[in-house]
T-cell receptor, first 113, second 115 residues
Framework: AQSVSQHNHHVILSEAASLELGCNYSYGGTVNLFWYVQYPGQHLQLLLKYFSEDPLVKGIKGFEAEFIKSKFSFNLRKPSVQWSDTAEYFC???????????FGDGTTLTVKP | NAGVTQTPKFRVLKTGQSMTLLCAQDMNHEYMYWYRQDPGMGLRLIHYSVGEGTTAKGEVPDGYNVSRLKKQNFLLGLESAAPSQTSVYFCASDPGTGDGANVLTFGAGSRLTVL
C-alpha cells in the first residue's frame, strides 16, 4: 500500500521568507509524485509533478520540488514567498502499478504581508 | 471546456436521508475518483473507476455507493446519511493513459452537511 506523510500542518511565514514543506512517501516500487495546491475558494490544482525525469522539478509560480529516492522524500520549496501563496498544499503519490493517488493530510501556508 | 462539474455544490440532509452527488467531465477521461476532505485529514479516497462500467473501493468506502454507467459521469450515493458523512466531497478525473495521465483534474467540491 502507498502512503504519504506531510511534516507540517500549518506554516506561517512573512513575505520574502523561504519556504520548504516536507513530504515523505511509502511505496515499494516506482512512483509518480505530485504537489497540488488549493487557493482559498478555488479548485485543487496541480502545482508540479515528478514522473521519473530530472529529480529537481519546477512548477508554476516559482515553486520547485526535489525527489530524493534514498529518503523517499519530495519536499516543496520556494525561495521567496508572496502573500498570494497563502493556500493549502497537498503532497500525493501514485505508484506506477496503482490505480489511484494517495494524498497527505495537507499543509496550510499563511503568508503575512 | 467545463472540465469537471459537480452538482449540487451545497446540500443539507437529515440523518437517514439519501442523496446522490453527480460528477460530470467533458475531457473524455478514463479514470474518475471521489474523495472526501475533512479538516486535518487531507483527501481520502472513497471510490474510483478506471473505465465505464467499472468501480473499485478506496480507503473509506463504507456508507457510499457509486456508479459509472456513462464514461463522462460518476455518481456517488449515500443511501442513509450519517453525521459522520458531513464533509466536502471532491470529484476528480484523469486521462488514464497518454499525455496528462496520472494528473488529476478536480471539480469545485460539494459541501454536504448531515444533521
Amino acid at each position: 500500500a502507498q502512503s504519504v506523510s506531510q511534516h507540517n500542518h500549518h506554516v506561517i511565514l512573512s513575505e520574502a521568507a523561504s519556504l520548504e514543506l516536507g513530504c515523505n512517501y511509502s511505496y515499494g516500487g516506482t512512483v509518480n509524485l505530485f504537489w497540488y495546491v488549493q487557493y482559498p475558494g478555488q479548485h485543487l490544482q496541480l502545482l508540479l509533478k515528478y514522473f521519473s525525469e530530472d529529480p529537481l522539478v519546477k512548477g508554476i509560480k516559482g515553486f520547485e520540488a526535489e525527489f530524493i529516492k534514498s529518503k523517499f522524500s519530495f519536499n516543496l520549496r520556494k525561495p521567496s514567498v508572496q502573500w498570494s501563496d497563502t493556500a493549502e498544499y497537498f503532497c500525493a503519490v501514485k505508484g506506477t502499478n496503482a490505480g489511484k493517488s494517495t494524498f497527505g493530510d495537507g499543509t496550510t501556508l499563511t503568508v503575512k504581508p | 471546456n467545463a472540465g469537471v462539474t459537480q452538482t449540487p455544490k451545497f446540500r443539507v440532509l437529515k440523518t437517514g436521508q439519501s442523496m446522490t452527488l453527480l460528477c460530470a467531465q467533458d475531457m473524455n477521461h478514463e479514470y474518475m475518483y471521489w474523495y472526501r476532505q475533512d479538516p486535518g485529514m487531507g483527501l481520502r479516497l472513497i471510490h474510483y473507476s478506471v473505465g465505464e462500467g467499472t468501480t473499485a473501493k478506496g480507503e473509506v468506502p463504507d456508507g457510499y455507493n457509486v456508479s459509472r454507467l456513462k464514461k463522462q459521469n460518476f455518481l456517488l450515493g449515500l443511501e442513509s446519511a450519517a453525521p459522520s458523512q458531513t464533509s466536502v466531497y471532491f470529484c476528480a478525473s484523469d486521462p488514464g493513459t497518454g499525455d496528462g495521465a496520472n494528473v488529476l483534474t478536480f471539480g469545485a467540491g460539494s459541501r454536504l452537511t448531515v444533521l
